[in-house]
């Protein structure tokens, strides 16, 4: 459905002979499944069920998005899988680890044809649900680990592998400051690493937590510092914008009843300066203009009346340039003023 | 402003509908139900009478019903497929469409759809246990489609509260709790607590922000920061503002035109973005796009083409008459005063 470009030309007698052989296959491989199984629930027997398998591992390597495909192999490996967990009987957890090598093996096969096929990466967690244990448990999920990594090298915005990464990090019992490292890592290689932020944001409180309430205050000063670092590089890359606006949101609530609460107004000072000096070099900066009017009006409502007031119509000043400099945005900045 | 191809979309809609043999077709069998009702809205949209254009609309209804699975009370998304939720709502929405709604067994589905919540106030989309904030609307939409939605087969507020925990940083909703703002998401999650009437888990101002930060400078929508502009964005982020009393933050005129350049003028049809193949999902979200921008005219005072628009409902994406018709009630919040005022 997305992304394929429209034909300029009619196909040609070979291409459209061609497709005619390709649907005519499929449609065998598919009927054939859809016979298996049939026959399957009529009469169980463990050959209809080996064939059915290997029927439907050729459809979803094709088409991983028949989600029915992967269900048929789920009915197949929830018995070998629920088999008595931890039984002393060497065969019963070979062949527990040989499905679940399997199955991974298989999901593996369909990201090639699609590494955002929701089907798969469900399937990859399901039978590590049920069977990661057989195949070394925590270590397992430290493998899944690199299989992420790998994934988000390839495209580091997948949200399917972040999804599921942050599920794997709970299996592997990886710490908050582990994965807090992970997301520095990727954002020091892409300002504009959007996902890396976003999970940033989910683990800030956590890192915070552990950290104690006495190093909050470094904590938010180190975030300013390396958001600072992105927006002062790339400007117009907006992930560290929002992660700004987040970031400052966030700080009053953290700061809040730890001893440094009284610094967050020094705080909020200390960023409109900042702002200030990026607008003099980049005087259209749409994001800086918008995050620069946000701080305004966090700062008027802490201030003394005349101050507050003076603060407010710096704040409507700046919704002038924006409508200027991002005129498509209008009615959003408009709304600004009320 | 580049015309509107209204016949032409017709007819590439009504095309695909027969094209049985192509291998586009055989590879999204397993979404056919969904396939079937984002036909079934473009032409709806366009003011036709779908059931005369599906030929009476009772073979359709009886394929529908095919896809039921009597043994767990859900339809698959083609014959022989498993039930799941996502084909569920399509197949009631389809049913709705061809006004055949009582051909569900209201509380068969009803029983399917409640076992598959979770404690947390999640859905799963079937036995298998995938856990996503689409299964949330498809659930909560299914039901009031089925009129059981406050009947307490379901427990809304604990639906409403999962779809909270996928709130992020941004204003925006992921597809469960700690997965990043994606505006499609964002739909169902808005759509989702529009239906629980409780937007007041939404931050509008914020996510509305980001809705709009979506338009890029073709004019056209992307789902998340830094992505491509593509057309089903316009029915996704504009239903969402739609809601949020926020439409007038888009520049209409602009994406408008994004949209109108999406099409196909030869073979009709809307594709993703300008110069890509059309499909029969990009074709219904450029139309209800459209509408909800109020570019193709709903009020009869349309232009030459003879067509009479119809408007259609951002929280259950339906036509609007039909919603109201089958008595569907959704929150939505009130308009924030356009711009107009703050001029002065």
């Known amino acids: 459905?997305?992304?394929?470009?429209?034909?300029?030309?009619?196909?040609?007698?070979?291409?459209?002979?061609?497709?005619?052989?390709?649907?005519?296959?499929?449609?065998?491989?598919?009927?054939?499944?859809?016979?298996?199984?049939?026959?399957?629930?009529?009469?169980?027997?463990?050959?209809?069920?080996?064939?059915?398998?290997?029927?439907?591992?050729?459809?979803?390597?094709?088409?991983?998005?028949?989600?029915?495909?992967?269900?048929?192999?789920?009915?197949?490996?929830?018995?070998?899988?629920?088999?008595?967990?931890?039984?002393?009987?060497?065969?019963?957890?070979?062949?527990?680890?040989?499905?679940?090598?399997?199955?991974?093996?298989?999901?593996?096969?369909?990201?090639?044809?699609?590494?955002?096929?929701?089907?798969?990466?469900?399937?990859?967690?399901?039978?590590?649900?049920?069977?990661?244990?057989?195949?070394?448990?925590?270590?397992?999920?430290?493998?899944?680990?690199?299989?992420?990594?790998?994934?988000?090298?390839?495209?580091?915005?997948?949200?399917?592998?972040?999804?599921?990464?942050?599920?794997?990090?709970?299996?592997?019992?990886?710490?908050?400051?582990?994965?807090?490292?992970?997301?520095?890592?990727?954002?020091?290689?892409?300002?504009?690493?959007?996902?890396?932020?976003?999970?940033?944001?989910?683990?800030?409180?956590?890192?915070?937590?552990?950290?104690?309430?006495?190093?909050?205050?470094?904590?938010?000063?180190?975030?300013?510092?390396?958001?600072?670092?992105?927006?002062?590089?790339?400007?117009?890359?907006?992930?560290?914008?929002?992660?700004?606006?987040?970031?400052?949101?966030?700080?009053?609530?953290?700061?809040?009843?730890?001893?440094?609460?009284?610094?967050?107004?020094?705080?909020?000072?200390?960023?409109?300066?900042?702002?200030?000096?990026?607008?003099?070099?980049?005087?259209?900066?749409?994001?800086?203009?918008?995050?620069?009017?946000?701080?305004?009006?966090?700062?008027?409502?802490?201030?003394?009346?005349t101050e507050g007031v003076e603060l407010m119509a710096e704040a409507r000043s700046l919704v002038t340039t924006l409508v200027d400099v991002d005129p498509m945005h209008k009615s959003y900045y408009d709304s600004l003023l009320q | 402003m580049p015309p509107f191809l209204g016949e032409l979309h017709r007819q590439y809609i009504l095309k695909v509908s027969k094209d049985k043999d192509s291998f586009e077709y055989l590879m999204t069998e397993h979404l056919r139900m969904s396939g079937v009702y984002w036909g079934l809205m473009g032409l709806a949209l366009m003011g036709r009478d779908v059931k005369e254009e599906m030929g009476g609309g009772g073979a359709l209804a009886d394929w529908v019903m095919r896809c039921y699975c009597p043994a767990e009370g859900g339809f698959g998304g083609g014959e022989g497929h498993d039930p799941h939720i996502l084909y569920t709502l399509s197949a009631l929405q389809v049913l709705a469409l061809l006004g055949e709604l009582r051909r569900a067994d209201a509380a068969a589905v009803t029983r399917y759809v409640a076992a598959l919540q979770r404690p947390d106030g999640a859905f799963a989309g079937d036995r298998w246990g995938e856990v996503d904030t689409r299964f949330s609307y498809c659930a909560l939409a299914s039901l009031a489609l089925l009129g059981t939605l406050r009947g307490g087969a379901v427990d809304v507020g604990a639906a409403a509260a999962f779809v909270a925990r996928c709130r992020n940083f941004d204003g925006g909703f992921g597809c469960a709790p700690g997965a990043e703002s994606h505006a499609g998401q964002v739909f169902t999650c808005v759509g989702a607590l529009a239906i629980a009437r409780a937007l007041h888990l939404v931050d509008a101002p914020l996510l509305g922000w980001w809705l709009c930060a979506r338009q890029c400078d073709s004019g056209g929508l992307n789902g998340r920061p830094e992505k491509q502009a593509d057309v089903c964005y316009s029915w996704w982020i504009l239903s969402a503002l739609a809601i949020l009393g926020r439409r007038a933050w888009i520049d209409g005129a602009a994406l408008a035109r994004f949209i109108l350049r999406c099409q196909d003028g030869d073979g009709g049809g809307v594709a993703e973005r300008p110069g890509n193949m059309a499909d029969i999902f990009h074709t219904f979200f450029g139309i209800a796009g459209l509408v909800l921008l109020g570019h193709l005219k709903t009020d009869g005072s349309g232009g030459a083409d003879g067509i009479v628009y119809c408007d259609v409902d951002p929280v259950y994406a339906l036509p609007s008459a039909l919603v109201r018709e089958l008595g569907l009630e959704s929150q939505v919040l009130e308009p924030v005063p356009a711009a107009a005022a703050a001029a002065a």
């Open chain 1, 1 to 305: 459905m997305h992304g394929r470009k429209k034909l300029d030309k009619p196909r040609s007698e070979e291409e459209l002979a061609a497709i005619r052989a390709k649907v005519l296959n499929y449609s065998k491989v598919v009927a054939a499944t859809n016979q298996l199984r049939r026959e399957l629930l009529a009469h169980p027997s463990a050959q209809t069920q080996k064939t059915l398998l290997d029927v439907v591992d050729k459809v979803v390597r094709v088409n991983p998005d028949y989600y029915s495909m992967w269900n048929y192999r789920k009915e197949a490996a929830l018995p070998i899988l629920e088999a008595a967990e931890g039984q002393a009987k060497v065969g019963v957890q070979e062949r527990r680890a040989q499905v679940v090598e399997q199955e991974l093996a298989l999901a593996a096969a369909a990201f090639k044809r699609n590494p955002k096929c929701y089907s798969a990466w469900h399937h990859r967690r399901w039978v590590l649900e049920r069977g990661a244990d057989a195949i070394g448990g925590e270590a397992a999920y430290r493998r899944e680990l690199e299989l992420c990594r790998q994934f988000l090298l390839l495209d580091s915005r997948n949200f399917h592998c972040w999804a599921y990464r942050g599920w794997v990090v709970e299996q592997a019992g990886l710490s908050a400051e582990e994965d807090f490292a992970f997301t520095t890592e990727k954002i020091l290689e892409n300002f504009s690493n959007y996902s890396a932020f976003h999970y940033r944001s989910k683990l800030l409180p956590a890192v915070a937590e552990a950290r104690g309430a006495g190093g909050v205050l470094t904590l938010v000063e180190q975030e300013l510092e390396m958001v600072h670092q992105a927006f002062f590089t790339e400007p117009d890359d907006q992930s560290a914008w929002w992660y700004h606006r987040f970031l400052v949101g966030w700080a009053a609530e953290a700061l809040h009843g730890t001893e440094h609460h009284d610094k967050y107004p020094e705080l909020l000072q200390k960023e409109v300066d900042c702002i200030r000096e990026l607008l003099f070099v980049e005087e259209r900066c749409k994001w800086a203009l918008v995050t620069l009017h946000h701080l305004l009006c966090a700062l008027a409502r802490t201030a003394q009346d």
